[in-house]
C-alpha cells in the first residue's frame, strides 16, 4: 500500500521553527518527486515546494523562497521541510505527496494524513 505520512507539525511562535517530515513506503520512493503542499479547511490547495527524484532540484512557492528547505533522503524514504522563519499565515495543514511530473506541473496523488501546524503571532 502507498503511504505517505506527514509529521512533525505542531505549535510554535513567529519566528520560530518547524521541520516536517514525510515518511513513503509502498513504492520506490527514489523514481518519485515529493511535493508538500498545505490546504485550510474550505479553502484551495497551495503548493508549498517540491522536490525531483533523480537531479533533487527543489522548487518553492513565493511565499516561502527563501525561509523553507525542502531535502530528501532516499535511504531512509523521507522528505524533510525545514521551515524558518515562521510566519502565522503559514498555519496550515500541511500534506505531502508524490508528484507525478518532476514537479513541472502540480499533479499530485497518494497523499495522507497532514500535519498541522499552526504559527501564533
Known amino acids: 500500500e502507498v503511504q505517505l505520512q506527514a509529521s512533525g507539525g505542531g505549535l510554535v511562535q513567529a519566528g520560530g521553527s518547524l521541520r516536517l517530515s514525510c515518511a513513503a513506503s509502498?513504492?520506490?520512493?527514489?523514481?518519485?518527486?515529493i511535493v508538500w503542499f498545505r490546504q485550510a479547511p474550505g479553502k484551495e490547495r497551495e503548493g508549498v515546494s517540491c522536490?525531483?527524484?533523480?537531479?533533487?532540484?527543489?522548487y518553492y512557492s513565493d511565499s516561502v523562497k527563501g525561509r523553507f528547505t525542502i531535502s530528501r533522503d532516499n535511504v531512509k524514504n523521507t522528505v524533510y521541510l525545514q521551515m524558518n522563519s515562521l510566519r502565522p499565515e503559514d498555519t496550515d495543514v500541511y500534506y505531502c505527496?508524490?508528484?507525478?511530473?518532476?514537479?513541472?506541473?502540480?499533479?499530485?496523488?497518494?497523499w495522507g494524513q497532514g500535519t498541522l501546524v499552526t504559527v501564533s503571532s
Open positions: 505527496a508524490i508528484e507525478l511530473t518532476m514537479c513541472e506541473e502540480s499533479k499530485y496523488e497518494k
Open positions: 509502498g513504492f520506490t520512493f527514489d523514481d518519485y518527486a
Open positions: 522536490i525531483a527524484s533523480s537531479d533533487k532540484s527543489t
